[in-house]
């Protein structure tokens, strides 16, 4: 496909793509393109970022709690979580700001 061609395409395309809060296969971003805003898989989102910046919270709680007097491999195992709960709300700031920059 030609350069111009692609950029035509581009701008044909009537909807943003949305930032999942998932990942595909090899960790790779998923996408939504859609018309209809409150569909099941925009809802599915929605729901699945709510459920995710609520275990962060949960978890930044219990780290607090913890630090002060942990052993070494809860620490470990407290850090991949905390690391799970960070890349899953970066993701959905992600895609939050892009929805947002879309309004302005």
């Known amino acids: 496909m030609r350069a111009d061609q692609e950029s035509t395409d581009a701008a044909e395309l009537p909807y943003e793509p949305r930032l999942l809060p998932w990942s595909g296969q090899e960790g790779k971003p998923c996408y939504l393109i859609t018309d209809d805003h409150g569909g099941p898989v925009s809802r599915l989102a929605d729901a699945t970022e709510s459920i995710q910046l609520g275990m962060g919270t949960e978890l930044l709680a219990y780290a607090r709690e913890l630090l002060p007097d942990t052993p070494r491999g809860e620490l470990r195992f407290l850090a991949e979580r ?8 970066l993701r959905v700031a992600e895609s939050r700001g892009q929805r947002l920059n879309r309004l302005n």
């Open 82 to 89: 905390l690391t799970e709960a960070l890349r899953d709300a």
